[in-house]
């Protein structure tokens, strides 16, 4: 996590000198250049939405007070939503839209290293949202040479709701000014694939402590022993959803947390049993 920032930025830099993931809890804005580096080092970043929210709007307003850095030409572009939802479940798509433009801020700073990093953020009752970028696609257009450029920003949304997925299109536009009165505009075209989950079925809460930790946890096992990577970040939001629940059952941090015993007798032995258990025990988001 980012408590010891100094000595997390070490490990970070010496994990990716390996070709190691670095996954980052995300927990607090230490508002320190070793914290903006090492989320920028981090393969997979955990955390509460709002909290990662927060940082982000904080970091971009220090980015767009240096001279001659880009300028989104809109934060947040209008929004075109493909099917028809009840107005609570608009709520949700509009988060998911916001999940993705998380993401997105990464990309726009710190440019096509960034397009491999995920987002896993937790949002309470709410359940979670695992964000990745699938493709991207940047182009370059110059005026002076003629070139063309429409102004119109958007994002489409399409939900695939039985496999608890969304896909998030994104067009943006940005303008530099290069001087001279010549502008370079940038116009990017990005894919989002965001899983969504919810939280354990029935919870009798005892206490919160270590949940996060534990939530972490669950998903980082799973990242790690699943083949399939496009499969395991459904799964792992899922299973680290069900070892939060368990832990949040009983007092202190350790108590309740499941075992692998635990795991053999609730869920089963292999992966797919366990994706067939994990699905009748995490609660679906709305859709």
Request: one cysteine or more; glycine letters at 6%.
């Amino acid at each position: 996590d980012t408590r010891h920032t100094g000595a997390a930025l070490m490990l970070a830099r010496e994990a990716r000198r390996r070709g190691l993931p670095v996954s980052v809890d995300a927990e607090k804005d230490r508002k320190t250049a070793a914290m903006d580096e090492l989320l920028d080092l981090a393969t997979i970043i955990f955390s509460n939405q709002d909290q990662l929210r927060a940082y982000l709007d904080r970091r971009t307003q220090d980015n767009e007070a240096k001279p001659n850095e880009l300028h989104l030409s809109s934060p947040l572009p209008p929004v075109t939503v493909i099917g028809e939802y009840a107005s609570e479940e608009l709520e949700y798509v509009h988060a998911l839209i916001k999940a993705a433009d998380l993401l997105h801020v990464f990309q726009y700073w710190l440019g096509e290293g960034q397009l491999r990093k995920e987002l896993v953020l937790t949002r309470g009752s709410s359940g979670s949202f695992h964000v990745k970028c699938v493709s991207s696609h940047v182009q370059i257009i110059d005026e002076a040479n003629g070139d063309y450029v429409s102004e119109k920003n958007e994002m489409k949304v399409i939900v695939e709701t039985n496999q608890r997925l969304a896909m998030v299109r994104q067009y943006l536009v940005f303008s530099k000014d290069i001087g001279n009165g010549n502008i370079i505009w940038t116009q990017v075209e990005n894919l989002y694939r965001i899983f969504f989950v919810g939280i354990l079925r029935n919870v009798k809460v005892v206490d919160t402590t270590g949940a996060g930790d534990a939530f972490i946890g669950g998903h980082i096992l799973v990242s790690t022993v699943c083949p399939q990577k496009d499969e395991s970040s459904s799964l792992a939001c899922k299973f680290a959803s069900w070892v939060a629940g368990k832990k949040l059952e009983g007092p202190g941090a350790r108590v309740t947390l499941p075992s692998s015993h635990d795991v053999n007798n609730l869920l089963g032995s292999d992966l797919s049993t366990i994706a067939e258990s994990l699905d009748e025990l995490i609660t679906s988001i709305l859709f």
